[in-house]
């Protein structure tokens, strides 16, 4: 009896694993759209827009599929590089910090072919400028320059689509870097890659921001404080506060207007807004204040009903010619530029009215070449001021002060 048990017992395991044998490899895909490179291209998509939960969504289904599909990896690695820009936690930086070189160390394992090794040193230059880690800069250049050597069919970069694409990120870390005419000739190198290409778009706009900045800064030593704010897309109240008092001077220059010195010893801001207290533009803050420069007040607060700065506010480009005329009118003395145009019945912005409270300032600001309106004839009221913008109408009120 124990024989015949244990005959059939055997006989039953080796008729399971004959079943099993037959049945061959677990089958993970679902459809033939349900593909590596189908999520691989779905990810790159969503990270394009923003969607970092769609994008990690994508890059693990890709790597499910296929444990050793180089490009998931890569993505994943940008993932958690914008995960440690976006974050202030510093355990939380520190996880996704690890997790983004561990998967670019297994992009680069797993990169078989030359398009694949591409994507990699992409990745690789992307996920420094996003961590700034230490010696960023000089680790992205080395990655571009590995990636530039490749030898590739340019046909299988199913997403970058080009060389330029590495071109175009490297010109981003030089921007990042504060490293703005480099940027601004990596731009230009995408530009003359090819006439049209999916790189050309975003390198045409990031070259003008570029240009704008190098233009602003030509002939004049401008700080790290001055180059930081001139990268920045929106100026705030802070920023402004500190390009006028550090790059221009303000303080000095208003100074050496009043002749008495027991008068100047007296000027002081009447109080110390909360909000600044422990902002690093203080001391540039309560400048503005102890001179009384119109449009850089505190303002009322209704949530805490006390006087605020608010500097991070942004800065529009009709407070901000608001802000330098009255600047102006500081350095000349001369206060009928607060209403030499008043009155006027057509404005020559289509997107100002003459009845407009900034209007004069306008005006007094682009009929001296301070402040630019656009090609388009409109001058952007309402638009926020970018540091590009911002550097370059103090350089030109800069170069002015000598004649007044």
């Excluded at 680069?108 to 072919?113: G, Q, S, V």
């Excluded at 690789?124 to 080395?142: F, G």
């Excluded at 590739?152 to 970069?157: G, K, M, P």
């Amino acid at each position: 009896m124990m024989k015949k048990t244990l005959f059939m017992l055997f006989a039953l395991v080796a008729v399971l694993a004959t079943v099993t044998g037959c049945a061959g490899p677990q089958v993970r895909s679902l459809s033939p759209e349900d593909n590596p490179e189908h999520h691989y291209l779905a990810g790159m998509k969503a990270l394009e827009s923003g969607g970092l939960t769609v994008a990690a969504e994508k890059f693990d289904r890709a790597v499910y599929l296929d444990e050793k599909f180089s490009k998931a990896y890569a993505g994943l690695a940008i993932v958690s590089a914008e995960k440690v820009k976006a974050q202030a936690d510093p355990k939380f930086k520190a996880v996704e910090l690890e997790r983004a070189f561990a998967n670019l160390e297994k992009a680069k394992k797993f990169a078989d072919r030359p398009e694949e090794e591409f994507d990699y040193y992409a990745a690789k230059v992307r996920v420094h400028t996003l961590v700034k880690d230490e010696n960023w800069l000089k680790q992205a250049e080395e990655a571009f320059r590995s990636g530039s050597e490749l030898k590739l069919d340019e046909r299988a970069l199913t997403y970058y689509q080009g060389g330029e694409a590495l071109i175009y990120y490297m010109g981003v870390a030089y921007l990042d870097g504060l490293e703005f005419q480099k940027a601004r000739d990596r731009f230009a190198d995408v530009l003359n890659a090819r006439r049209e290409g999916k790189w050309h778009e975003k390198a045409d706009r990031a070259w003008k921001k570029a240009d704008r900045i190098v233009r602003a800064m030509a002939g004049i030593t401008v700080g790290e404080v001055g180059k930081k704010i001139a990268a920045q897309d929106a100026v705030t109240r802070a920023d402004l506060a500190a390009l006028l008092v550090d790059e221009l001077k303000l303080d000095q220059l208003f100074a050496g207007r009043i002749p008495v010195a027991s008068q100047l010893a007296k000027m002081k801001p009447e109080f110390t807004p909360a909000d600044v207290l422990n902002h690093p533009f203080k001391e540039e803050v309560l400048t503005m204040m102890k001179w009384k420069v119109r449009g850089m007040e505190p303002k009322f607060d209704e949530t805490t009903k006390a006087q605020l700065f608010k500097p991070a506010d942004s800065v529009s480009r009709g407070e901000m010619a608001f802000i330098l005329e009255d600047v102006l009118i500081k350095l000349t003395g001369d206060e009928k530029l607060a209403s030499a145009y008043f009155g006027q019945e057509k404005s020559p912005f289509p997107d100002v009215r003459s009845t407009s409270p900034f209007y004069n300032a306008v005006i007094n600001m682009t009929t001296r070449g301070i402040m630019e309106g656009e090609l388009s004839g409109e001058f952007r009221l309402n638009d926020p001021v970018d540091g590009a913008d911002a550097l370059l109408a103090i350089r030109v009120l800069n170069q002015k002060r000598n004649i007044y």
